[in-house]
Structures are given as structure tokens and as C-alpha cells.
């Protein structure tokens, strides 16, 4: 089993040294590129949105690799993610309608209620049809499980909603984005779980990382959008086998992302916005209003990492999550801008 392993590392790192070697060119064919404008979007050139792109061709070169070495049967195929082809063929198709539909936001900006119909579309097809994928029962820690019974179609659809819109309004900066999703994979690993899929996005990712540092490309929305649906996929089928036992295990991992997302569709609902209109009055905004990008980086994802990494030693959970909103309201006081200026123009 291992040397299957090392033929599919070797073989995914070579199909993305190809790929980000000829990021311009591949940026250049789909005339997809994030450009600056002074407000929102302080780069100081367009950048190729490629980051959605490569993701997605690397999601189709595993399970090409894993079906053309018939290595699917034993790569948990069966058993955790997918209970047939049919399951395996859903997933596929729904993540490259989402990719897609991202990657069209990125071009022609569809707005947001368009975007949110249809992934709630996409969702209740992929539900329908996949019923491993219903959360039926929350499972707190230092609580009874308890049974949510009609209510669990609509707890997975927005359990599914607040992980998307949360980690695509949580890319703000170089690195960010990137790093939360290694962060991720590397919590569902630390929970047992490592199937050639999760590798992959590793070895997608620390490619991504390295040529995301230096400006090359950004993810895009079709990027975020699909990485997103990814980990909610895994981790809810994760929580229905009990390879994580309990709901507030995966809520620690998304809290700082989750309480931005709450904290932002009340703003600006009160200055009479979208729920999801753009803005500057995101915690990394507020950050790097003050500090450097890297300090910025470093500071954020402490509050995500380490409360990770002292769960999974402690085996606390809720009171680390109480102490990350604390932190997270103490960030957001700190560091919100006193004066008002245009700031949100």
C-alpha cells in the first residue's frame, strides 16, 4: 500500500510542477485575472485567478490516477466517502457544477442571491440522492446526542451554506486562505482519516502556497467555493461514520471564519447592505490596517491552529471555542478602524 502511495505522490507532483510552471499561459486562455482597483483589491497588478482551476484538474487527475490503477477498491472507496460509483460520480459532477459557477463569478460577478439559489440547488440534488450525507444527530461534547429529526435536511444544507460563504469571505489576503485549508486537511488527518484525496489537496496546496507568497495567483471564487464544499463534504461524512465524534470538534476548526461570516451579515444588514455585499469590515481588513501582512497572517491563524492542536491533546472543546470567540471579539476591538473615512468605498 505504501508504494502506491509513493507512485501517486510522484505522479501529482509532477502534473503540478507542469501546471503552475505554465500558470501565465493557462491565465492567458481563460482571460481570468483579479485586477486592482484601490479599494477592495490593493494588489498592485492583475493576478491570474487560476487557483480554482488547477484544483480542480488535480481533483480529476486522482480519480483518473485511482481508476486507471484499480487503486479506488482499497482507497476507502466502499466504506467513508463513497458508498458506490454512483455517490463518487454525484460528488464529481455536483463539485465541478460549483467550480464552474464560481469560476464564472470570478469573470462576470453574478450576484449574490443568484449564487446562493444555486448552490442550495446543487445541494438538495446531492442530498436527494446521497442520504450518508444527512446530518440526522448532533452530538455535542459534555451533552446527549440529540435527534433533529425533520430538521436535518435543512441543517445540512446550511451547515454546508455557512461553510462556503464563511471560507470564501475568509480569503482576503496571500496565504490566508491557503494555509486554513492545510490547517483543515491536516485536522481531518490528525482525526485517522488519509485517503489519496486528502494527499493530493496537500500536494496541491503546498504548490499553491509557494506561488501564492509570491503573487502569482489567487484562488478565485471557484477555487474557495469548491475547496469549501470539499472539506464540508469529508468532515460531514466523517461525523456520520463518528470518525469525529463530536459537532463541536468541526465548529473549532471553523469558528473564526463562522464568527466573521455572523458578524458581517448582521453589519451590514443594519447599514441596510446585502448580507453579502463586499466590503473592507472583514477581521483581516482590520488587520493588516494595522500590522504587516505576515504579523496579520500569523495572528489569525493562531486563534484557528493552536486551540487545533491543544483540542486534540486536551480533548476540550467547547471551552476552547468559548475562548476563541473571546479572542475573536477582543481582535475585532482592538483593531477596527476608530476613525471613519472611506474605508468601505
Known amino acids: 500500500m505504501e508504494n502506491y502511495y509513493y507512485f501517486f505522490l510522484l505522479f501529482l507532483t509532477i502534473i503540478n510542477f507542469i501546471l503552475f510552471k505554465f500558470n501565465n499561459h493557462i491565465a492567458n486562455f481563460f482571460n ?18 487560476t487557483g480554482g482551476i488547477f484544483l480542480f484538474i488535480n481533483i480529476f487527475f486522482i480519480y483518473t490516477y485511482l481508476f486507471t490503477t484499480g487503486i479506488y477498491q482499497i482507497d476507502n472507496f466502499n466504506t467513508t466517502l463513497f458508498k458506490n460509483f454512483s455517490s463518487l460520480f454525484l460528488f464529481l459532477v455536483v463539485a465541478f457544477i460549483i467550480f464552474f459557477f464560481g469560476l464564472i463569478d470570478d469573470k462576470f ?63 482576503g489576503f496571500n496565504l490566508q486562505s491557503g494555509m486554513y485549508f492545510l490547517f483543515f486537511l491536516f485536522f481531518l488527518i490528525s482525526k485517522g482519516f488519509v485517503n489519496h484525496l486528502i ?41 456520520n461514520t463518528e470518525i469525529i465524534t463530536y459537532a463541536d470538534e468541526v465548529v473549532l476548526v471553523m469558528i473564526i471564519p463562522g464568527l466573521d461570516l455572523i458578524r458581517l451579515f448582521f453589519f451590514r444588514l443594519l447599514k441596510k447592505k446585502h448580507p453579502f455585499s463586499p466590503d473592507r469590515e472583514h477581521l483581516h481588513h482590520y488587520l493588516i490596517e494595522s500590522l504587516q501582512e505576515k504579523k496579520a497572517l500569523i495572528l489569525i491563524h ?41 474605508y468601505n468605498n
Open 109 to 171: 460577478q453574478i450576484s449574490p442571491n443568484k449564487k446562493i439559489l444555486l448552490i442550495i440547488i446543487l445541494l438538495s440534488i446531492l442530498i436527494h440522492f446521497d442520504n450518508s450525507l444527512l446530518l440526522k444527530v448532533i452530538n455535542i461534547s459534555y451533552l446527549q446526542k440529540f435527534d433533529i429529526g425533520i430538521f436535518s435536511y435543512f441543517w445540512t444544507i446550511l451547515c454546508f451554506l455557512l461553510l462556503i460563504n464563511a471560507i470564501n469571505m475568509f480569503d
Open 32 to 49: 481570468i485575472y483579479d485586477e486592482p482597483d484601490g479599494r477592495r483589491k490593493i494588489h498592485d497588478k492583475a493576478v491570474p485567478l
Open 199 to 239: 494527499l493530493g489537496l496537500v500536494i496541491f496546496l503546498i504548490f499553491f502556497l509557494y506561488n501564492n507568497y509570491n503573487n502569482k495567483l489567487f484562488f478565485g471564487d471557484g477555487g474557495t467555493y469548491l475547496f469549501a464544499f470539499i472539506l464540508g463534504y469529508i468532515s460531514i461524512k466523517l461525523y
Open 302 to 342: 493562531s486563534f484557528i491552529f493552536v486551540p487545533i492542536i491543544l483540542s486534540n491533546f486536551l480533548g476540550f472543546y467547547l471551552e476552547i471555542i468559548i475562548f476563541q470567540i473571546f479572542c475573536y471579539i477582543l481582535l475585532v476591538y482592538i483593531f477596527k478602524p476608530k476613525h471613519k473615512s472611506n
